[in-house]
């Protein structure tokens, strides 16, 4: 979905203007019917915003056009996703959230036409949800991929899963599964990782464990699911025998990327929910809103924000031109935007006092969907990581090429000290 | 009970000897009794787990010997609360706890010996819980105290007290009030706001709509209070007429800080647990604690701990020796250590990844407990703008003093730029 | 200049090959003509690097064709700016330097033909520097403008300039100099500030004591400018008679952007210096690159970089499209920028380690160059203040507009807490 | 001379008695002599201030008394090492400047009585300085002692040292070196580094190029050092040969923590120079010490600087009670004070804003001064890999001793997510 379809030659102004549409609609269909903190978007309420979004005009941005989306390309689905996530539960009824947003690009990307008619159109019109079973417990596939340990063998013409997921996101009530397993090379296919997508009434599948993480905004919750001799027909296979990691990375890059959009829409709401307080509240005799206290809190919330999008917007922009490139930068959206996401929240929950720690404000529910950010699609600790290798390896490279090294100290001996 | 009693003439032998016994309890007794995470501790656990601490010599440490308690002197509660904050319901176990805690304090200094009979002995001894009724809605008593709405009028040889309060933190369930109200001078007394102690169970008195806070180890939620025509004698006056924003200054000074000596405890066990899982641990083929991007973290935790530490104890021998310079004190402190102490666990979660997030482990929960003391005991700004004041005041007078003034730019003009 | 004049018609290929041939003259040509630390460019290597960078075609991006320079327009300075920054004198080099550049930048959209003949002709060639006369010692025009003090008052055909200015960067040896000065209203002219452009060789300018900053950068320094009785034409006028404090916004937008863009590249120098040092140097047995506390400050300084690239391309895009929208946006970039890229050159000193503090390699200057921008051009303080108003103000005409105020607290009170 | 010697019995008012005359010394002799910003401390005026001191019977406060000192115990150093460094050069005056002040230390505790007569009573008096020769240039001993390079060997009853040192603070003018050497085992002896005390005019030892460094408070520069077939006497020997590493422990611990006494003692002038500074400014209609930004900066250089002082207390207490403690625990302490000593320094500068970065006051010079501290004695990130490694070192001991493993996630699935 990286490249818009010949129905969505989408310009500047159109995409402002399904912004503004969206905006509308989150703002005036959405908000009234969220569910209080805590609480969870039941299905019939789900289902009723869903034939909303689609009545308006605003459903899937991200989704082609022929899939009964609006055909965005990658670069501008920040002003989209931003309007979506302000409020919590508008991921869910505009069908761009996690994990089915990134499935749907996957599968709009890797699978054969048959797989998409069979599993992208129910995806995108909302009639299923989808999982991403990746993540294994200790010591198996977490902040390091390469440790898998579900398996797939080849029985003649199936393939036969056996592994134990877990924080599989979505899982309860999804309709199908795209599953990450270890496979064997063949003469014509590389040992590696290959992805199959099965369906969750598949037998050998069992969702098992739920566990209770402090989120509310994700329908399916983030069970454990287990493979029991799981078998498969080989049209399950997703794209190429063996190339699973490297799905994995063009899933994610955008993936994350999308995250850092919803969660910047809450960030916002937050920011707003507190300069409503500050507006109307005074404390010792001033307005709090002109308290140098709460200006430095406000003022920071607005500089987290501002390089929130606007390191969104480069790096979208990169995934369109130069997917690898964007892919890269994706680690550094996804470390600044977390944080600062999170930065924003718990500041708004200060200026709002009290409240801002009760469920009479949604801010400490903002604070616990947001929390995870930080840690999942792979911890921060682990794209720092990442970034401070690739920022080596470019200036090795550079100078490996001829640039100067400039780290030799010189000695400048001509006076006293 | 900031005076040792005859009774309890502790040396640092035997605090260091109370601080063994209590850690050995918390750790050997009450942490095998703790709810899962996001449950409160049940009535029946906690009269039996009380009952435990007073036959190991650990309950009620902070209470002179005569109540019942084990008399120590407050230069030395920091080593004991931190033990007891271990566990997130260590303190209610020891009796040891916010709001019960500060109100023991302010009875010893302040109540007449029928007051203390009444109300300290069976405060003290676990048999009631209180709490104390300041804060109001907006734009009552808040930040800032002296908006005062809650009002006390004489009645003949009666008092008459209505109002408004909320996040009464600890008032379902509770014995008795501290009331602060708003009273009229007369030729005696001046005006200003004078504190009553009223039961309960007085007809004035309604405990109202639950406000429903991200913290569970407070028994009794923070609920509003109204108080509708609520009728005292003059005995439920608390100390002197008038007197009542001074007396709210004794209380608050010491309060504050145990807060910090409470959730200091907690900090050091969101610690051991990312300790432990870092031990344990291997990610991309390495311990997780030789990891440095760890290290950088468990490095920054041990930094938090012991500055809060330091400057707990700083805090406490002067409220030991000059209660004043100590309650300005506590203001730093306070700040400090609510930042610290979130910091801590923030962390912790981090290390733990997806179990630091889900109910599994503790760590999500005890961030929601020390989240609010950032904002509850004077938020940090308010706290912040009485430090930055202080100084500027205590610089000014050393100047007017004689001191040289500092800031003159000298012009240094021999040669050129 | 925001308007790309027709002999400049440049896109995004026109500018990445001046941008790359920009590149390979300051790496090839500029860095080996650097002087040492704490040393000053001298005028016999600046002028022959001026001409070489005429030569090289890279002289003035900024500048129009017209005047001799490349004609880019404003939103892609960014990427030549940053190139010309990554040496300390580049920006000097290629005549892109403050207060130059933004003089030049004034003069293009407010000043007559004559005007600009005389005045901009010169100064975009690199035949005279110029300076900015606006701030004045306390109490005067600092942080705050309107505090102004210097006046002009007419005198026939004539205008007489008093007043006292200090920080007037660049003034020793400039050609010219734009000063602020308070005007009074007549019957056509509004009361309020001028702009007058005077000759620094007009007998009623002195410059004054030298102020010595830790910066060397600057050509000229930052010496007090003392105005006696200084009489100039009516020709003198910059633009219209009252309206000097707009055009002074007008100035300072893209001035501060362009600082931000300058400094991004010594922060990325300084990245560099620090990445060649962890490449080749040991410490504990291991390679400095591989120690996770080394890629924590690495993986800091990319998120500081790419952020602040960020940020200055989304100001300056606003810029060209929306000067107003932009101003305001270029508060918030200044800040994350001015901070950010301190924190780089700090972090890359630390990884050097004591050469980091030495004249032995550049650092230690680079950090007393970048250091002045949080306070320069408006402290952070100042534009944090301004940045929270300008939100609170955005919030409060939404919700005047009809959008729901969403910080009243809800009671929730169904059940026991 | 953590002990105090019997003439020296301090008690808490002896010490407060001499903190109080250290303090009218400082700053009413001391501070009107002080060299301008970025000048060095000329020997006629040390050599006069430092009879003052004498005079004072404020001199060398930690030198026991029989070597004409105070006599001060080090859990009592904290309060008169700030007073001293208050002034850039009060404590060259006192002279308990580093190095002589760590070498003073282990001269007591380790010399014999003839080296004592010889080295130290000229050093405590004032007469000579010394340095401290242990770092060596890369790949030798920096951040890891153990990759110590210069050797010692045995030639009869002479060692003959040979090796190449550098950032030896202090060097130009000493009068003598403890130098650290590698030596090899003997039956007797075993292998490891071994101390000497060398006379500056041996004539195998030549000081060589000087390093600039941003400071200025050292007199003496941080020139390197060579050691060429250098010979000495046995009696040269400093403690028992093979011991050099725990001796420089032994150093260490406590010279790191009077670097974080002394500079804490900077930090307080700068933040009264900011006091002054917000005290008489006004900005945009107000006192500048009543906006709230600048409120922030002067509330968080408060909690900087009492944290400080109570980690110093705190680790000073434990390094007379418990050494091997209070050497890890001054790890904390270093990397506490450092940071925040430095942004201590940094908001006074931004405080006085353009004057603060330059030499109009002496702010700017003192970032420069106290910025080396994260580098020296240690860098904070070497010392945050030893508090990581420390801390989880403890726990599993603790764990291994029984205590619960508290990192199991538990599987609580009872319900429905």
């Given at each position: 979905m990286t490249a818009a379809t010949p129905e969505a030659s989408h310009t500047t102004d159109t995409v402002e203007e399904l912004r503004q549409r969206t905006r509308d609609f989150i703002r005036g269909t959405v908000l009234p019917a969220e569910p209080a903190p805590g609480e969870r978007l039941d299905q019939a309420t789900r289902d009723r915003l869903q034939q909303a979004a689609k009545d308006a005009g605003v459903f899937a941005p991200h989704v082609p056009v022929e899939y009964g989306g609006q055909g965005v390309p990658i670069q501008w689905w920040s002003q989209i996703f931003q309007e979506a996530g302000y409020s919590p539960i508008g991921p869910s009824v505009l069908n761009c959230m996690a994990p089915d947003e990134g499935n749907m690009h996957m599968l709009n990307l890797v699978a054969t036409d048959e797989q998409k008619r069979r599993y992208l159109t129910t995806l995108a019109s909302g009639q299923v949800r989808s999982c991403f079973a990746m993540t294994e417990p200790h010591p198996g596939a977490g902040s390091d991929p390469d440790a898998l340990l579900t398996s797939a063998r080849r029985e003649g013409d199936q393939w036969v899963i056996n592994g134990h997921k877990r924080f599989i996101s979505g899982a309860v009530g999804a309709g199908f599964a795209i599953v990450m397993a270890r496979t064997e090379g063949t003469d014509d296919t590389p040992a590696g990782a290959t992805m199959f997508l099965v369906d969750m009434d598949n037998p050998g599948i069992r969702v098992g464990e739920h566990i209770h993480t402090i989120d509310r905004a994700m329908a399916g919750g983030h069970p454990h699911v287990y493979f029991e001799d799981?078998?498969?027909?080989?049209?399950?296979?997703?794209?190429?025998?063996?190339?699973?990691?490297?799905?994995?990375?063009?899933?994610?890059?955008?993936?994350?990327?999308?995250?850092?959009?919803?969660w910047l829409g809450l960030a916002r709401r937050s920011l707003d929910i507190a300069l409503d307080r500050s507006e109307r509240r005074t404390v010792f005799g001033a307005e709090l809103k002109s308290l140098g206290l709460a200006q430095e809190l406000i003022a920071q919330c607005e500089i987290d924000i501002e390089t929130s999008d606007a390191i969104i917007a480069k790096t979208g922009a990169l995934l369109a031109s130069d997917p690898r490139a964007g892919s890269a930068m994706s680690s550094i959206a996804k470390v600044h935007c977390s944080e600062a996401i999170f930065r924003v929240v718990d500041r708004a929950i200060q200026i709002c006092g009290g409240d801002g720690v009760?469920?009479?404000?949604?801010?400490?529910?903002?604070?616990?969907?947001?929390?995870?950010f930080r840690i999942y699609d792979g911890s921060n600790e682990t794209h720092k990581w990442a970034i401070a290798r690739r920022a080596s390896s470019r200036r090795r490279k550079t100078v490996d090429a001829g640039a100067p090294y400039q780290a030799d100290a010189v000695v400048r001996d001509t006076e006293s000290h």
């Amino acid at each position: 979905m990286t490249a818009a379809t010949p129905e969505a030659s989408h310009t500047t102004d159109t995409v402002e203007e399904l912004r503004q549409r969206t905006r509308d609609f989150i703002r005036g269909t959405v908000l009234p019917a969220e569910p209080a903190p805590g609480e969870r978007l039941d299905q019939a309420t789900r289902d009723r915003l869903q034939q909303a979004a689609k009545d308006a005009g605003v459903f899937a941005p991200h989704v082609p056009v022929e899939y009964g989306g609006q055909g965005v390309p990658i670069q501008w689905w920040s002003q989209i996703f931003q309007e979506a996530g302000y409020s919590p539960i508008g991921p869910s009824v505009l069908n761009c959230m996690a994990p089915d947003e990134g499935n749907m690009h996957m599968l709009n990307l890797v699978a054969t036409d048959e797989q998409k008619r069979r599993y992208l159109t129910t995806l995108a019109s909302g009639q299923v949800r989808s999982c991403f079973a990746m993540t294994e417990p200790h010591p198996g596939a977490g902040s390091d991929p390469d440790a898998l340990l579900t398996s797939a063998r080849r029985e003649g013409d199936q393939w036969v899963i056996n592994g134990h997921k877990r924080f599989i996101s979505g899982a309860v009530g999804a309709g199908f599964a795209i599953v990450m397993a270890r496979t064997e090379g063949t003469d014509d296919t590389p040992a590696g990782a290959t992805m199959f997508l099965v369906d969750m009434d598949n037998p050998g599948i069992r969702v098992g464990e739920h566990i209770h993480t402090i989120d509310r905004a994700m329908a399916g919750g983030h069970p454990h699911v287990y493979f029991e001799d799981c078998t498969v027909s080989s049209e399950a296979v997703l794209g190429e025998v063996g190339q699973g990691f490297r799905y994995a990375q063009v899933r994610l890059g955008p993936a994350r990327l999308t995250h850092c959009m919803r969660w910047l829409g809450l960030a916002r709401r937050s920011l707003d929910i507190a300069l409503d307080r500050s507006e109307r509240r005074t404390v010792f005799g001033a307005e709090l809103k002109s308290l140098g206290l709460a200006q430095e809190l406000i003022a920071q919330c607005e500089i987290d924000i501002e390089t929130s999008d606007a390191i969104i917007a480069k790096t979208g922009a990169l995934l369109a031109s130069d997917p690898r490139a964007g892919s890269a930068m994706s680690s550094i959206a996804k470390v600044h935007c977390s944080e600062a996401i999170f930065r924003v929240v718990d500041r708004a929950i200060q200026i709002c006092g009290g409240d801002g720690v009760s469920d009479g404000l949604p801010l400490a529910q903002y604070a616990a969907e947001v929390r995870g950010f930080r840690i999942y699609d792979g911890s921060n600790e682990t794209h720092k990581w990442a970034i401070a290798r690739r920022a080596s390896s470019r200036r090795r490279k550079t100078v490996d090429a001829g640039a100067p090294y400039q780290a030799d100290a010189v000695v400048r001996d001509t006076e006293s000290h």
